[in-house]
């Protein structure tokens, strides 16, 4: 989702990873798109990633990555946290 998808220059990327854990999926993507590692990493507040993440069209609240579990065939997707009013 945007910036996302223009930062990796794509609408969507399918990625085959070894593991199941959030932390797992966002090495592998970068690992995939090295553009995206600043943007999905860069925490503005301690200890909270700059994203909201969805599974299969749900927010998940995230604490701790390596706590985030995916099954095979899972649908990702990563917003921007804009603030606002």
Known sequence: MAPYNRIANTQS???EIE???LDE???ALIRRIPALEDHLMDEEVPGALPFLLLIN???VKVENP???FF???????FMRVI???
């Open 19 to 21: 593991g199941n854990t």
């Open 83 to 85: 603030g606002g009013g």
């Open 57 to 59: 069209g749900r927010v």
């Open 71 to 77: 099954r095979p065939g899972d649908r990702v997707a």
């Open 66 to 68: 390596s706590e985030i």
């Open 25 to 27: 999926l966002l090495a």
């Open 13 to 15: 990327v399918k990625v």
